[in-house]
């Protein structure tokens, strides 16, 4: 069965060679080429494509953007990003909307074809020079934040990490899902993180398993 695919890049030249790229491969449908990022959703919304390659820098609506909005969505269609270059808060956003892959432009084509298949078969594709740096600034900020932690909060933090979510959470705690929720609201802001994927991250940087 084809990969179906959707291709935004405001770069007519750059969206004319991923097309080339894809159509190449046997196992790739391409559904729609866009070129800014209000099409782009519009066409994931009418297609429900398998990914969406997106780029991050789009006109009416940015690749962020549109990430979250398909995020808030709900919608299943998975979104490998592709940029010349993107910040450290842009990276941990993506992260935590659910991005399934970053890939640079300025990488190997044959890096994102294979990229594609991997999120395709339910595996994320991160560039990890970008993620580490990312990451490195998240600690940086971090030190030492972790020992205002009550031993119930790192629980909370643990088992956050492990997977979990709140109705679990609440329990394995014999609490109410109310009182998970007010842990981690305390936690997120002892820790200057926001939501589980970034308090996921900085507990396996930081020892917190």
Not at 77 to 89: I, K
Request: glycine share 6%; proline share 2%.
């Amino acid at each position: 069965m084809s990969i179906r695919i959707v291709l935004a890049d405001d770069h007519r030249i750059i969206l004319e060679g991923l097309e080339q790229l894809f159509r190449r491969e046997s196992d790739f449908e391409v559904l729609a080429t866009c070129t800014d990022g209000e099409a782009a959703l519009q066409a994931v919304r009418e297609l429900s494509p398998d990914v969406l390659v997106l780029d991050v820098d789009m006109p009416r609506m940015d690749g962020i953007t549109v990430l979250r909005q398909i995020h808030e969505e709900q919608i299943p269609t998975r979104v490998v990003l592709l940029t010349a270059t993107v910040g450290d808060a842009d990276v941990l956003e993506a992260m935590q909307l659910g991005a399934w892959g970053l890939v640079l432009k300025e990488a190997a084509s044959v890096r994102l074809v294979q990229s594609v298949r991997m999120v395709q078969r339910g595996q994320r594709s991160l560039d990890q020079a970008l993620v580490s740096r990312a990451l490195e600034k998240v600690v940086r900020k971090s030190d030492g934040r972790d020992k205002l932690l009550s031993p119930r909060e790192t629980d909370v933090v643990r088992m956050v990490a492990a997977g979990l979510r709140n109705k679990e959470i609440a329990h394995r705690l014999s609490i109410s899902e109310g009182t998970v929720k007010s842990y981690l609201h305390a936690i997120y802001e002892k820790l200057e993180v926001h939501g589980r994927v970034e308090l996921t991250l900085y507990a396996q940087d930081n020892g917190i398993l």
